[in-house]
Structure formats: structure tokens, C-alpha cells
């Protein structure tokens, strides 16, 4: 059974950082990709970012981009998202999320098929 795990949220200042970490198990990814995505309250779940694991190619949503990025570990079957430069905009829960196959777009939902439970990210102004 896949597993992914997610931490690393909390309350952040505006212009702070927070790192995420999504330790996945019951599977090996390495042939993948994973994804973060975030859902704020009354939205839509959207995505955030993705990485390819055999490419190393990264993408990102604009909304973004230059202040986030996300990275894996192999080893660990980890992957990361440093944020940067946070917004109050950017506060939601933050989900990882891996596909059950190989996927040429990584940028919507129905790309994937596992989730983890989420990790609160709030940002005060």
C-alpha cells in the first residue's frame, strides 16, 4: 500500500520560508513523478509543483515561480518544497501526491493517483 507523508508546515511570517517534506513508502517512485498541490479555504485544490524523477525536469505554477522549489531524494524517496519569499496568499494545506504510472502532464489533478493527508502552511501578514 502506498503511503506518503507529509510535514514540515506551520505559521510563517510574510517574507519567511518553510520547507515541506513527503517521505513516501510502499512503493519505489523512481520511475515517476510526485507533485505538490495546496487547497486554501472555499478554492479549488491547484497545483503547485512537480518533479520528474528519471529527468530531474521541474515544473511550476506561475502564481510560484522564482520563489518556490522542488527537489527529491532518491534515497530517501523524499521530495521537498523549499518556499520562499511567502505570501498571505500562499497559506492552504499542502498536499504531496505521486501517479500510479508514467504521465506526460504533471500540472492537474487526475495526473495522480495517491495523496498524502496534508500539512497546514499559514502565512500572517
Known amino acids: 500500500q502506498v503511503q506518503l507523508v507529509e510535514s514540515g508546515g506551520g505559521l510563517v511570517q510574510a517574507g519567511g520560508s518553510l520547507r515541506l517534506s513527503c517521505a513516501a513508502s510502499g512503493r519505489t517512485f523512481g520511475n515517476y513523478a510526485m507533485g505538490w498541490f495546496r487547497q486554501a479555504p472555499g478554492k479549488e485544490r491547484e497545483f503547485v509543483a512537480s518533479?520528474?524523477?528519471?529527468?530531474?525536469?521541474?515544473y511550476y505554477a506561475d502564481s510560484v515561480k522564482g520563489r518556490f522549489t522542488i527537489s527529491r531524494d532518491n534515497a530517501k524517496n523524499t521530495v521537498y518544497l523549499q518556499m520562499n519569499s511567502l505570501k498571505p496568499e500562499d497559506t492552504a494545506v499542502y498536499y504531496c501526491?505521486?501517479?500510479?504510472?508514467?504521465?506526460?502532464?504533471?500540472?492537474?489533478?487526475?495526473?495522480?493517483?495517491?495523496w498524502g493527508q496534508g500539512t497546514q502552511v499559514t502565512v500572517s501578514s
Open positions: 518533479i520528474r524523477w528519471i529527468t530531474d525536469d521541474t
Open positions: 501526491a505521486a501517479p500510479g504510472n508514467f504521465r506526460v502532464v504533471l500540472t492537474t489533478r487526475n495526473a495522480y493517483d495517491y
